[in-house]
C-alpha cells in the first residue's frame, strides 16, 4: 500500500529517536504521531492499523494511546499493545539490536 507517495508493506517498523522528531507537528499525540508524520508528512486517519512502543530509560515500553487505541476496527481500545503483536516487535528487536 502507498502513503502519501511512500511504498509500505504490512510489517514495517519504524523506529526514531525522540530528539530527531520534536520539530515535526502532529495533531495525533505527542510522539507516535511525530514519528508517522516525519515518514509520511501527514498524520495518519484510522485507516492505518499501528502498533506504539517506546523504549524509555533503556526499557522498552509497549504503550501507546495514539496507536494502540485508534478506533478503526482491529483495536482494542486499550493503550497497551497486544500479546501477540508485542511477541512479534520483541523478537524484531532482538534482531536488530
Known sequence: WYWNGIHCK???IIIKKTK???HEKSKRGI???K???SVFKEDPDNSVVSGGF????NVW???SK???TANNGYMDHHKDM???ERTWIENAIKQWI
Not at 54 to 57: A, E, Y
Open 66 to 68: 495514539t496507536c494502540n
Open 54 to 57: 517506546s523504549r524509555v530509560n
Open 31 to 33: 510522539v507516535h504521531g
Open 10 to 12: 504490512s510489517g514495517y
Open 61 to 63: 515500553k509497549y504503550n
Open 35 to 37: 514519528v508517522f508524520q
Open 20 to 22: 530527531k522528531i520534536q
Open 82 to 84: 497486544g500479546k501477540i
